[in-house]
């Protein structure tokens, strides 16, 4: 009897995560060129925390984009090399009415 | 028994590579964007496959065009500090910029995790 819940990537679970990182560092701020960097940090350094805490025996990526909203496109691929069976990742888009959030968090069992 | 070690130097220079010869000198065009990071994440993948196949890669590309925007990317990585690594690799033409982060995990059975 093995509870795959203890070893496995669970995207809600990290889906979850990204999105309270999000909004509690810029839930209710406009874009500001002076914080930008210190948002897209505290959240990417939030997440890693977080997932720390779930205690499982996994190496995290963790990558936080956040744009202006004035109009502009932003196109992204990514491409994995894993293990299918127990690696994953999570990608959140979020907005407000001053910009953009994408967050990925990918997830590699040691 | 030795582990291998990320090469940096090489991933970036192998990523650049790639990079100009599928963007080049061509306009952003929405009809071709899609097609084009699609293009540069699965040449970088295959070919860091074949100078380094002991690692679990992650590769990321943007492309955003030159207008007045701005964009802020951070990353954090919770691995390895001794086997594994990054590199991220900033190109531009005139009317857009490129942006191809690069990730390599070592499989082989590590020591201490630490957050980079």
Known sequence: MDDTNDTSFVVDEVSNVIKESIEATIGSQSYQQARINTWTSNIVEAILNSLTKLNKPFKYIVSCVIMQKNGAGLHTASSCFWDNTTDGSCTVRWENKSMYAIVSVFGLSI | ?116
Not at chain 2, 31 to 52: A, G, N, P
Not at chain 2, 57 to 71: D, F, G, Q
Not at chain 2, 75 to 90: E, H, M, P, Y
């Open chain 2, 1 to 116: 028994m030795s582990i291998d070690h990320f090469d940096i130097t090489k991933t970036t220079d192998i990523i650049r590579k790639i990079i100009e010869e599928i963007l080049n000198t061509n306009q952003y065009r929405l009809e071709h964007i899609d097609k084009w990071t699609r293009q540069i994440v699965d040449s970088c993948q295959r070919s860091l496959f074949e100078i380094q196949n002991s690692f679990k890669t992650i590769i990321t590309a943007m492309i955003i065009p030159k207008t007045n925007e701005n964009i802020h990317m951070s990353n954090a990585c919770l691995w390895d500090f001794a086997v594994d690594g990054s590199t991220i690799i900033q190109w531009e033409n005139d009317s857009m910029y490129c942006v191809v982060s690069a990730f390599a995990l070592s499989l082989s059975i590590t020591t201490q995790l630490t957050i980079t």
